[in-house]
């Protein structure tokens, strides 16, 4: 996959281009959509299928600045690859990106920089000064371009749109499981092992302390897996506090069933499958190793009925 950036010197595409538009956090079931109708389209037409996305996320300029996202930047880009994607365009969003027109943001990006034949965008997308754009004013700005528009539908999955912000929602609020449906896969966060304060190791119970970039991070007790060096292992893992010792600062800690390697500083994946309970204060370490012992019990059982597939 090609990856262009607006801060080369170099500009954009030369071919007529086909253009899907969109920030794609989380490349959920909605996008998949639009990058499937954006790669039939450009195939019917032969121009080169390009996807516009932006850096940052628009609401980290715009907004409050505190939007969380699904994804770092490498993992939506990895995910846009495995789903097709030739070329990537990132558009630095900044002030005065934002100040741009909608008649602006289509002549001076789209066309001149872009060269776009063909714009594909999700029937909700709004853009311009403002967010004063919608798929109406596209359209008019598209006959007075000569420009042909797609307007995807939305996807509506469980009586809900498929958006970034309702998948958003789901993950923050541990709806793990409903949030795989509408990504596709598995809810996914990518960091590395830190040293901890050994505590699960005392209580008999190893963790791999996590630190991460992603922004979220869903609190409780989840089954999940843990990819260590290309390999995929059984775990399940902690995100919360430790009340039970005063603790105050979020911790994420994996506990990988049947594993006995020391990855400290290694790089690792989690993926949550299940959530399994709310992070809650005991009154004691020995209730506490009770109740991990049934989380580990719920865990094992899950993976009898879902065996974690062989790594390659």
């Known amino acids: 996959m090609k990856i262009l950036h607006s801060s080369d010197a170099r500009g954009g595409p030369a071919d007529p281009a086909a253009v899907a538009i969109g920030n794609f956090d989380g490349v959920h079931l909605g996008h998949q959509r639009i990058l499937s109708f954006l790669a039939r389209q450009a195939s019917e037409e032969g121009l080169m299928p390009l996807i516009l996305t932006f850096s940052p996320h628009p609401g980290k300029v715009t907004g409050s600045g505190k939007i969380q996202l699904l994804q770092t930047e490498k993992q939506k880009l990895e995910k846009l690859e495995r789903f097709g994607a030739e070329a990537v365009y990132i558009l630095a969003f900044d002030r005065n990106l934002a100040r741009l027109s909608a008649e602006e943001f289509v002549r001076s990006i789209l066309i001149e920089r872009l060269n776009s034949h063909v714009i594909v965008v999700g029937e909700n997308f709004r853009f311009g000064h403002d967010r004063q754009g919608d798929t109406a004013l596209l359209g ?38 409903r949030a795989a449906r509408l990504l596709g896969e598995a809810y996914e966060i990518r960091g590395r092992v830190i040293r901890g304060q050994t505590m699960g190791r005392g209580l008999g119970f190893p963790t791999a302390n996590l630190a991460t970039r992603n922004e979220i991070v869903p609190n409780g007790v989840y089954v999940t897996t843990a990819t260590v060096d290309g390999r995929t292992h059984a775990s399940i893992t902690n995100v919360g506090t430790q009340p039970t010792f005063s603790r105050n600062r979020i911790r994420i800690e994996t506990h990988i069933l049947d594993f006995a390697q020391d990855i400290y500083e290694a790089d690792i994946s989690i993926r949550f499958l299940k959530n399994i309970r709310e992070e809650r204060r005991f009154g004691s370490p020995d209730e506490l190793c009770e109740q991990i012992s049934e989380d580990l019990l719920e865990a094992r059982h899950y993976f009898a009925r879902h065996p974690v597939p062989p790594s390659p």
Not at 152 to 168: A, D, H, K, N, Y
Request: proline share 5%.
């Open 140 to 177: 008019r700005l598209a006959r007075k371009y000569a420009l042909t528009i797609f307007p995807v539908p939305s996807l509506i999955e469980e009586g809900e749109t498929v958006s970034s912000s309702f998948v958003r929602d789901l993950t923050r609020n541990g709806e793990v499981a």
